[in-house]
């Protein structure tokens, strides 16, 4: 257990609809990352948040936003959902960003229909 | 744009033999290189590290090897154990992001 937990673990929706996958850090540490590993690929970093503040952006489309609350969790709104935005979305965190071991949750295995 | 490559799907070792994953990254600006293994259904768990001003880390049977000048870093499991099969990402960072690579499935046959 890594101590991230990540909600809902399994979600099916459809095309065009809006989902929000949350993400409570392990306790203590400051950074939340988002990555999508899509069917075969591998971690795409999406974006990080350290402190309640965005530190680095990676493939994040422009449908995809994300924030961390002064609780530190965080959540990542998926909207006008395409098939191929079928993934999983893995949560992880650091107590400081750039420290290098990230803990990863289990994930959010989303699927689009 | 990938950043952190691993080039090799797949691949398999017998018990007791070495197991050797291999990685290449373009960023210069990496400084901090990590190994993390993924067991189906579960999220990725960090393995190993090691920083830019060495070249080889040792945990173990776990041993990382950096080759700055290759832009290149490498994974040697000795001997490999059927509880190793696993994805095998190998992972970059810079400032603020980590990037990582598309992963090597190892299959450690009894």
């Known amino acids: 257990d890594s101590g991230v937990t990540q909600t809902p673990k399994h979600l099916i929706t459809a095309t065009g609809q809006r989902v929000t996958l949350r993400c409570s850090p392990r306790?203590?540490?400051?950074?939340v990352y988002w990555y999508q590993q899509s069917l075969d690929q591998g971690l795409q970093f999406l974006i990080q948040?350290?402190?309640?503040?965005?530190?680095a952006k990676g493939n994040i489309l422009e449908r995809f936003s994300a924030q961390q609350f002064p609780d530190l969790h965080s959540e990542l709104n998926l909207s006008s959902l395409e098939l191929g935005d079928s993934a999983l979305y893995f949560c992880?965190?650091?107590?400081?960003?750039?420290?290098?071991?990230?803990?990863f949750g289990e994930g959010s295995r989303l699927t689009v229909l | 744009d990938q950043q952190v490559k691993q080039n090799s799907p797949s691949l398999s070792v017998q018990e007791g033999r070495i197991s050797i994953l291999n990685c290449d990254y373009t960023?210069?600006?990496?400084?901090?290189f990590l190994w993390y293994k993924k067991y189906p259904a579960e999220g990725p768990t960090f393995l190993i590290s090691?920083?830019?001003?060495?070249d080889k880390n040792e945990d173990g049977r776990f041993t990382v090897f950096l080759n700055k000048s290759a832009k290149h870093l490498s994974l040697h499991i000795v001997p490999s154990q059927p509880g190793d099969s696993a994805v095998y990402f190998c992972?970059?960072?810079?400032?603020?992001?980590?990037?990582f690579g598309a992963g090597t499935r190892l299959t450690v046959k009894p």
């Open positions: 948040y350290y402190n309640g503040e965005e530190r």
């Open positions: 960023n210069s600006m990496f400084d901090y």
């Open positions: 992880a965190s650091s107590l400081q960003p750039n420290t290098g071991e990230l803990f």
């Open positions: 992972a970059a960072s810079a400032n603020n992001d980590m990037r």
């Open positions: 306790s203590g540490d400051l950074s």
């Open positions: 090691i920083s830019s001003i060495k």
